[in-house]
Each structure stands twice: as structure tokens, then as C-alpha cells.
DNA sequence: AGTATACTTGCAGGAGTTTGCACGATTTGA
DNA sequence: TCAAATCGTGCAAACTCCTGCAAGTATACT
């Protein structure tokens, strides 16, 4: 049984029942209890599902957990948001995609800047409806629980039909190499389309983040115009990227 | 039953009666008094609840609740709501409006209601995204900012496509004769195709509402199907309605 | 093919959690 | 005020988790 099989299990397993338990799982799947704990924290580090003393649930069985998760090093993202805030020009159209980071660059704008925006992510469009100056247009679709964020046909359409100036990119991985990659196929279809619906496209990129890489491809590293990281200039993890081309900030 | 099953239960009962008995819940979960007050004390360290001798009670109670304050009525609204929620058949395909009353609506909804929603506001979007059965589709377009509903072309061609079981209308003002009517000409463009796309439309409906009248007409009275009020039966203010088929729950 | 490297797995044992029980303190309501 | 119910704390048993390690397996490179 590969590692892969298991993982599938787990989550559709958690998906039916809500919860897992470390016990029934070592037994099901006949590897040792510590197999699965790894098995479990794995996917809990991919925010698959959480994982809880005697096995894991799901993330939406718990109501309280959604609105005040911690999010994952968050005063990195918030230097990373002022940064990126600052590229924004006045009266341009911006795509904004989902994503904590994403979520704080929204917060870090300024109360003066006008803009039109486009995103499909539940709390940046909840979060720009507080924002004085700025239109909001949200790509319908199927909600994915887990991100927040709208996929399917019809948030594609939205942004097929989208010329913007920048589009701030979600990622979750980043490989000089084999470029950006998902965990989730269907936000992966709604992220292709985004970058091409930009003449800019730009990420805001926390270090743990590059050099990674997930099952689904949304295009080459060369779609990215730009990186704003926390990393100083010239630190040698940026090397491959200058080398294609992109700035970081 | 893991820990966290525990306090799924215990919040989820806590929304639904407005308080919990430590004995009732050591009964119910087949664990010690004892394992129910370390619950309760942990849930309470975390704000989730008021911990009082004998068992807890919904913070929600407490006249200070911040996050809803500013919601009018809001009381009312949570007896509509629940009366509401009943109304929802499993898997069935329901749209649900905007609108605070609409907001309770969802929050009412039972954990373990299967159901399709399709919705054009974000908190009520937002909200369901918690809930672990329930999908959720979004009507994109332009976001008004007031109300939080996606407005325009999008979004009435989404529910233009749509043939569901349920409409919840959220409707700021009706009056028997000249039917409902809205302040925001987008928003009614958008709750017209709605009442056109359910076999049945419903609303919420708080006293103060009835009999009032604003600028933009949604439609006739008679397309409203059902309407929820807190009002005791043969209350002379829905007898215009009960002539006109409208049934009162 | 053969070697090196990374990854995966099971195991041991020490650390940490959870739970029910006992017992004295506190609260409740007549 | 008193008796009954409820609470908080400390404790021990059972269970679960984490860490490091070594054996086994897959993959890459020469």
C-alpha cells in the first residue's frame, strides 16, 4: 500500500465520517499506528484536515476553528502585504486571488486608494466590502470550503473575459524548475486562467514556500513577473528566479 | 468519540437551546461528569461559552454580544430563523437572499442538513462555509457594499439558470396591495429573477416590515409563497395576506 | 550493474494527554 | 440554616504522541 493510497483514504474517510481515529486506521490499512500519525500530520501540514489526540476531523466539523485559524506566519505575510500594497496603482484593475497572504495584502491598502477589483475568495471580497473606494466584483462558482474560494466554470468565465493590470497570485509552490503548483485541481484551472487575465502577474512568497512543489501544474515559473519576499536582496534562494527574469522585492 | 466531537456537540447544542446541563450532556456523551466541566471549562477559556453552575449557556445570551450588536432585532430574527430552518427539506436545492434575517437563517441550519444553496451574499457564503454538508454556490458580479450581495448581469444570469426547490427572499418592505418593494434598483433586478427561479419563495419577515413601501417593485404579493413572522396566528395585520393565498408560519 | 542518496517504515522508550474517581470546598434552594 | 447537588483538584491508569534510530525500499547517478 503506498503512502499516496493511504492519503486518499484518510481523506475520504474523513470526508464520510467527519473524523478518523489513529487506532481504526493502523488497522485498516495494516501499518503501525506511527505510520498513520505521520500519515495525519502530513496532511494537517497541507491543511487537509485537523489533527486532534486519537486521530483527526474534519476542518469544517469544528465551527469555531474556520474564522480564528491561526493563520501560518502571519507577521511575515503582513511585511509582505505592505510591500505589495505599495504596487498598486491608483484607478487600476487589479485580480486578487486567494490566500492569506493575499488576505492581508487587502487589508494593508490604503483607505485612499481607488481600484477595481476582481477576486473570487470569500473573506478579500467581505474584506473590500468595508473599503471606501474600492469596486469589488466577485467570480461566482462553487464554493471550496476549505479555501474560501469560488472554482468551476463559471469564476473561469469571469476571468476569461478579464484584461487587468496586475493579478496578485495565491501560491503554494514555487520551483524554479516545474514552476507553479496546487494541491487542488479545480482551483489550479481557475489560477491559469487568472495569469493570463494580467499584464502583471506578482506573488507574494514566503520563504517556505520556494522549492516546493505539488501534484497540479498551473504554468511555468516564467508567468511570474514579479516575487515580493522578506528575503534580503541577493539571498541565493531568489538566484534561479533572477535568472529567468522575474523581480523580487 | 474523540474530544473534539465533544465540543462540536456541545457548541452545536449550545446554538440550538441556548444552554447545556452538565449531567444532561454526561448522559447524552457517555462520559463522566468530570470530562463535561473540563468541556465546558475549555470552551469557555476559549469564549466559545459562559460556564455557569450546573452546566453553560450561549454567550449570545449575554447583553453584550459585540459581534452581532448592530443587528436590528435581532432576537426576533433568531425565533424566525429556527422556525425557518425547519422548512428546509434534506437534499433539496435552496437560494437564500441576503439580508440579516437570511444570515440567522443559515446560521440556524442544522449540522447535519444536506443541501445545495445557492446565494449572492457574502456573510451568508461565508457562513456556509463552515457548515459540513452543505454546497454552496455563488452568484458573482459586482459587490454592493451596504447589503454585501453581488449585483448585475452575472448574477442574474446564474439564478436565471436555476430551477430550485426554495427561494429565501430577503425583503425590506411589503404592503398587500402594492407588492414588494426595494431602495436599490440592482438589488431588484436580481431578486426578480430569483422569485422566478423556485417553486417556492419564502421569507422572513419581522412585523415592523409589513406594510411599508419602497421606490422599486420586486414583484406582485402573490408571488410570495410563505411568509415567516413571528406574529400569533390570526394577528389582523397578515389577514391582507391570508386572502391573497399567502400561508403564515 | 553498483553505489549513493533520499525516503519510508516499524520499534523502543520517554513525554504528554485524557479520563474516571476520591475527597473536600462551594453553591443552590427550600 | 441545612441537605443535596455541583464543583475543583490531585492522582493513577490507560492511552496516545514524539523522537531518534535502524532496517528496508525506491530513485538517481556513475
Given at each position: ?22 487506532l ?10 506511527d ?17 486532534v ?37 491608483e ?13 492581508e ?83 489550479t ?61
Amino acid at each position: 500500500m503506498l503512502k499516496e493510497e493511504r492519503h486518499t483514504y484518510i481523506l475520504e474517510s474523513i470526508q464520510k465520517n467527519q473524523k478518523v481515529l489513529t487506532l481504526e486506521l493502523s488497522d485498516a490499512l495494516e501499518v503501525s499506528e506511527d505510520t498513520i500519525r505521520r500519515d495525519l500530520k502530513e496532511l494537517s501540514d497541507r491543511g487537509a484536515l485537523k489533527k486532534v489526540h486519537g486521530g483527526a476531523i474534519s476542518l469544517s466539523l469544528n465551527p469555531f476553528d474556520y474564522k480564528d485559524r491561526e493563520v501560518y506566519a502571519l507577521d511575515q505575510k503582513r511585511i509582505l502585504a505592505t510591500k505589495a500594497a505599495e504596487l498598486i496603482k491608483e484607478n487600476s484593475v487589479v485580480i486578487i486571488d486567494g490566500g492569506t497572504s493575499n488576505l492581508e495584502l487587502v487589508k494593508a491598502l490604503p483607505k485612499s486608494l481607488s481600484a477595481t477589483v476582481f477576486t473570487n475568495s470569500i473573506p478579500i471580497a467581505s474584506e473590500l466590502a468595508a473599503h471606501p473606494r474600492i469596486e469589488v466584483v466577485f467570480a461566482g462558482g462553487r464554493v471550496l470550503k476549505q479555501a474560501q474560494v469560488t472554482v468551476g466554470e463559471e469564476a473561469i468565465k469571469t476571468f476569461s473575459g478579464l484584461y487587468a493590470d496586475q493579478c496578485f497570485l495565491g501560491i503554494r509552490s514555487l520551483h524554479h524548475q516545474i514552476g507553479i503548483t496546487e494541491i487542488d485541481w479545480e482551483e489550479t484551472q481557475v489560477k491559469r486562467v487568472m495569469i493570463n487575465a494580467a499584464a502583471e502577474v506578482l506573488s507574494l512568497l514566503i520563504p517556505e514556500k520556494i522549492e516546493t512543489v505539488n501534484p497540479y501544474k498551473i504554468g511555468e515559473t516564467q508567468k511570474l513577473h514579479k516575487i515580493i519576499s522578506c528575503l534580503p536582496d541577493g539571498d541565493q534562494r531568489l538566484d534561479p528566479y533572477e535568472g529567468l527574469g522575474i523581480q523580487s522585492v
